[in-house]
């Protein structure tokens, strides 16, 4: 198959060219001649697959209550390619389920590529839980951790200051993020010292960055060693945080991420879901007592987003897949070079994706 004549977004630029792809790989990027069957793109943008490092739910379904195929089903006529599915804090034993669950939909054709399980908690600060559920907040420890996982956990979300002992074995195991924290600027550098490489939702449930105590904030965003995640949905950042954050990081260190949960691509109204009751109303998912709820974004509009407060493409692609790809170390996803799995989305010129391609197969969105 061929994608002929459209304007490919490479990770530093966007060129106009066509994409031939075999055996589900990315075969040649440029001038194709070949017989080979083709799509006319000659209108449309090709861009990388999404990855979304960093979702609840969606449409009504949770990774809680276990919808984990469904879920990627519906992603991937987001255009996301590859998601890591997110739990929230809980018991130990429902933890192991649902990572369980995650595992047995690992390696299933038809829908986004689901590549293991994050868990965002149970290991974060009372002081800073935003909708974790504070009865299930709990220390860490390596033994809770090799109970909960079967080998698909590739992230895990902690509070530095009450789990510094652990963060060195657990940075053997996955990726140890650093979220839901009231953390210290020195607490914080010791744990990027210890192996953490990743923000969650920088800015977000996060002691305020100050001019004289730094915080876990001007940690993160100081030390180019962490992966930061941000959450575009123009709701939970302004767009100048967007931009500093940005400039702090520079493009090899930003994620884009949804937090999505059951809310995300619901219409407005008023739902129990797994965070609880959950109003959804201008692109806000909040609890009963005001509190945001994750999002109730998806991340192909997150894509237009960045792109409407001034990202260029190949920066906003970097955020989306490559960035991604390369924390987890997925050398052959993020980006359409060659070798590269064929995970693609056709977008028109205002960003909406009209086809999805994960491995070669095109989704039936």
């Keep these: 198959m061929i994608l002929r004549d459209g304007r490919i977004v490479l990770p530093d630029r966007v060129i106009k060219g066509d994409i031939e792809v075999e055996d589900g790989k990315i075969e040649r990027v440029g001038a194709v001649s070949s017989s080979a069957p083709s799509i006319d793109c000659s209108s449309k943008i090709i861009a990388p697959g999404l990855i979304d490092l960093h979702i609840h739910g969606?449409?009504?379904?949770?990774?809680?209550?276990?919808?984990?195929?469904?879920?990627?089903?519906?992603?991937?006529?987001?255009?996301?390619?590859?998601?890591?599915p997110t739990t929230i804090t809980a018991p130990e034993e429902e933890l192991r389920t649902i990572v369980r669950k995650v595992s047995s939909a690992m390696g299933k054709t038809g829908g986004s590529e689901i590549l293991g399980a994050n868990l965002e908690g149970p290991w974060v600060s009372r002081v800073r839980p935003g909708a974790q559920p504070l009865k299930h907040i709990r220390k860490g420890s390596i033994e809770e951790f090799d109970r909960i996982n079967d080998g698909s956990?590739?992230?895990?979300?902690?509070?530095?200051?009450?789990?510094?002992?652990?963060?060195?074995?657990?940075?053997?195991?996955?990726?140890?993020?650093?979220?839901?924290?009231?953390a210290d600027y020195e607490t914080t550098k010791k744990a990027i010292d210890l192996g953490a490489r990743l923000s969650t939702h920088t800015f977000n449930t996060m002691r305020p960055l100050h001019q004289r105590e730094p915080g876990i904030i001007g940690a993160v965003l100081d030390d180019e060693r962490v992966y930061c995640e941000f959450i575009p949905d123009l709701v939970h950042l302004h767009p100048a945080i967007i931009r500093i954050l940005w400039r702090a990081k520079g493009r090899e260190r930003a994620i884009a991420?949804?937090?999505?949960?059951?809310?995300?691509?619901?219409?407005?109204?008023?739902?129990?879901?797994?965070?609880?009751?959950?109003?959804?109303?201008?692109?806000?998912?909040?609890?009963?007592?005001?509190?945001?709820?994750?999002?109730?974004?998806?991340?192909?509009?997150?894509?237009?987003?960045?792109?409407?407060?001034?990202?260029?493409?190949?920066?906003?692609?970097?955020?989306?897949?490559?960035?991604?790809?390369?924390?987890?170390?997925?050398?052959?996803?993020?980006?359409?070079?060659?070798?590269?799995?064929?995970?693609?989305?056709?977008?028109?010129?205002?960003?909406?994706?009209?086809?999805?391609?994960i491995k070669g197969e095109e989704v039936d969105r």
Excluded: Q
Aim: aromatic share 4%; glycine share 10%; hydrophobic share 40%.
């Design 257 to 357: 991420i949804t937090d999505g949960t059951e809310a995300s691509g619901l219409e407005d109204g008023v739902y129990d879901l797994a965070l609880g009751r959950i109003r959804v109303s201008d692109g806000k998912a909040l609890r009963e007592d005001g509190t945001i709820a994750g999002s109730a974004i998806t991340l192909d509009a997150c894509i237009k987003n960045l792109a409407s407060i001034g990202f260029p493409l190949p920066d906003i692609f970097r955020a989306a897949a490559l960035n991604p790809a390369e924390l987890l170390g997925l050398e052959s996803k993020g980006s359409l070079e060659v070798g590269n799995d064929a995970d693609m989305i056709l977008m028109d010129r205002d960003l909406n994706i009209e086809r999805v391609f």
């Design 153 to 182: 956990v590739r992230i895990v979300t902690l509070a530095p200051e009450d789990n510094l002992p652990i963060i060195k074995e657990l940075s053997r195991r996955c990726v140890v993020s650093l979220g839901h924290s009231d």
């Design 58 to 84: 969606c449409h009504g379904m949770s990774v809680m209550n276990g919808d984990i195929r469904e879920m990627s089903e519906m992603l991937a006529g987001h255009g996301v390619t590859s998601f890591l």
